[in-house]
Nanobody
Framework: QVQLVESGGGLVQAGGSLRLSCAAS????????MGWYRQAPGKQRELVAA???????DYADSVKGRFTISRDNAKNTVYLQMNSLKPEDTAVYYC????????WGQGTQVTVSS
């Protein structure tokens, strides 16, 4: 079993920045890829950014150049640095870990005001 705990969400004005953190515990040796997803009201959950154990990254087109995903394997933590935030980035952000199965955090709300 893997447990994921997110933190760092909040309310920010457009153009501002936030950093999300996701701490993993439990069977962390089994984790391969980790990522951040988001779900806005009335919309499907979508991939924002992903990172492999080796550090390769992938981003949604809508966040490229503004968001950066990173991973500290020693701390079992993945981060999402979000810069130049836009109102359309408003959503609940979920951390995801892939091992023998997919694990999800509880989600953290990010609200960007115009």
């Amino acid at each position: 079993q893997v447990q994921l705990v997110e933190s760092g969400g909040g309310l920010v004005q457009a153009g501002g920045s936030l950093r999300l953190s996701c701490a993993a515990s439990g069977s962390i040796f089994s984790i391969n890829n980790m990522g951040w997803y988001r779900q806005a009201p009335g919309k499907q959950r979508e991939l924002v950014a992903a990172i492999t154990r080796g550090g390769s990254t992938d981003y949604a087109d809508s966040v490229k150049g503004r968001f950066t995903i990173s991973r500290d394997n020693a701390k079992n933590t993945v981060y999402l640095q979000m810069n130049s935030l836009k109102p359309e980035d408003t959503a609940v952000y979920y951390c995801n870990a892939q091992s023998y199965r997919s694990y999800w955090g509880q989600g953290t709300q990010v609200t960007v005001s115009s």
